[in-house]
């Protein structure tokens, strides 16, 4: 198995709803990424897990709420969203931080 | 910080080469890789260079001079469904890629 697969695909939410982002790899992989992309826009780093702790976090609002409930899955949970957060949300897995960087194909997030 | 510059859109002819350039300024260097992304997908890994020189592969090669702080993707025999973002990416100090801003590439016939 040698992708990253991600739940849902799109997503449409209010403001007031709490939702969540799934991303599963089976490629024993030990370092998982969360992307945010705007359109025409280059990948943002949000968060960076490593062996199953969150080692990076770029100043991300509280409102998005990672979570990594063992090495195959990352979680983004999502609460009070605002209309400027609707992107593509990119998961991501490496084996190590400095190499390739496999990921998947994204959930398009809208907020209204 | 880190700034890595690569231009906004290039076209090209279906059959032609196109060499997409990027140029960095960072401290710490690791390593730089590119991506390529089509509309409304992930991106897919296509190369990683950490030496000086060229690294070829099939259609595409790519190219980093360390000194200069320059890159570029060399496509070779384009195809149509080589229309995409070509996204170059600078590992340094903490080992997190940074992505350039991508470049658009058209291939028409």
């Known amino acids: 198995d040698t992708e990253v697969t991600q739940t849902p695909k799109h997503l449409v939410m209010g403001m007031t709803n709490k939702k969540s982002l799934k991303c599963e790899q089976h490629?024993?992989?030990?370092?998982m990424y969360w992307y945010k992309q705007k359109a025409k826009k280059p990948p943002e780093l949000m968060f960076v897990y490593s062996y199953e702790k969150l080692s990076i976090n770029e100043s991300v609002p509280s409102r998005f709420s990672p979570e990594c409930p063992n090495s195959s899955l990352l979680n983004l949970h999502l609460h009070a969203l605002q209309p400027e957060d609707s992107a593509l949300y990119l998961c991501a897995s490496s084996q190590d931080p400095d190499i390739e960087k496999f990921f998947g194909p994204g959930t398009r997030l809208t907020v209204l | 910080g880190q700034n890595i510059d690569q231009p906004t859109e290039m076209t090209a002819t279906e059959g032609a080469i196109v060499q997409i350039n990027c140029t960095y300024q960072?401290?710490?260097?690791?390593?730089l890789f590119w991506y390529q992304q089509h509309a409304g997908e992930a991106p897919t890994f296509l190369s990683y260079n950490v030496l000086d020189g060229l690294e070829e592969k099939g259609r595409f090669s790519s190219f980093l001079s360390r000194s200069k702080g320059y890159s570029y993707l060399l496509l070779k025999e384009l195809q149509m469904k080589d229309s995409a973002s070509y996204l170059c990416a600078v590992s340094a100090g903490r080992y997190i890629p940074t992505f350039g801003r991508g470049t658009s590439l058209i291939v028409h016939p």
């Open positions: 960072t401290s710490g260097f690791n390593g």
């Open positions: 490629m024993g992989h030990r370092a």
